[in-house]
């Protein structure tokens, strides 16, 4: 694989993340930008960038607290704007060791962080 000009042969293919407020849960991911894929009573598959998937299952309980995932953007200020005109509340920018982020949760409570970007300049 020559490094400089091909891009990685993977990426993530799935994240999950539990809710027991399905339906709100979709709804706030639909509107941070993700895509829907498909949709049955206690599962529902969002597409996001490159193709990964994150799976949201239902739960009778969740506990908030951290995602088990993160986010990633290219432009994180402009995404905390949209973000913030859309009423979702996302916490302030700060620093976080080699990048920008902030918090922001949703309505079972998984508190997702959403860096900056730091890809390298080849292809991804």
Do not use: Y
């Not at 709804?27 to 598959?45: K, N, S």
């Amino acid at each position: 694989m020559d490094l400089e000009t091909e891009k990685p042969v993977m990426w993530a293919g799935h994240v999950n993340m539990s809710t027991d407020k399905i339906d709100e849960s979709e709804a706030f991911m639909l509107a941070v930008g993700m895509r829907p894929l498909f949709r049955r009573d206690d599962t529902v598959i969002l597409e996001m960038r490159a193709g990964t998937h994150l799976v949201i299952s239902l739960v009778d309980k969740v506990e908030p607290g951290p995602a088990a995932f993160d986010l990633m953007v290219e432009d994180l200020d402009a995404f905390h704007a949209r973000l913030t005109d859309a009423g979702l509340n996302p916490s302030e920018i700060g620093p976080v060791p080699a990048h920008q982020a902030f918090t922001l949760t949703e309505p079972a409570g998984n508190v997702i962080t959403v860096f900056d970007s730091h890809n390298s300049e080849f292809p991804v």
